[in-house]
């Protein structure tokens, strides 16, 4: 059971970004699938998350409007679109999984590496 999180990289202001989480090993159709970040000297925080089955989502406040998070169950693949990105979205991404929707990092079990994105002004 691994996640596996891609697509970080340097851009400039008001560009965009899309990461990706694959699951390998198993198929998460019964879990919510979810993105933190965590910038240096902050603590990790929620950004996005969807039901896998529903599709059902979930935005912080500061990128709703801005990103988009879907999903391929045929790919077994999550992915957040990062539009508009700013340079305070700079943080190492990290995807995770869980069975329940939370905001709460500690609550998720199964975690990705994280991906750099890096946005500059």
């Known amino acids: 059971v691994q996640l596996q999180a891609s697509g970080g990289g340097l851009v400039q202001a008001g560009g965009s970004l899309r990461l990706s989480c694959a699951a390998l090993?198993?198929?998460?159709?019964?879990?919510?699938m979810a993105w933190f970040r965590q910038a240096p000297g902050k603590e990790r925080e929620f950004v996005s998350a969807i039901h896998w089955s529903g599709g059902v989502t979930y935005y912080s406040d500061s990128v709703k409007g801005r990103f988009t998070i879907s999903r391929d169950n045929a790919k077994n693949t999550v992915y957040l679109q990062m539009n508009s990105l700013k340079p305070e979205d700079t943080a190492v991404y990290y995807c995770a999984a869980d069975m329940v929707y939370t905001r709460l990092p500690a609550a998720y079990d199964i975690w990705g590496q994280g991906t750099l994105v890096t946005v500059s002004s």
């Open positions: 090993g198993r198929t998460f159709s019964s879990y919510v």
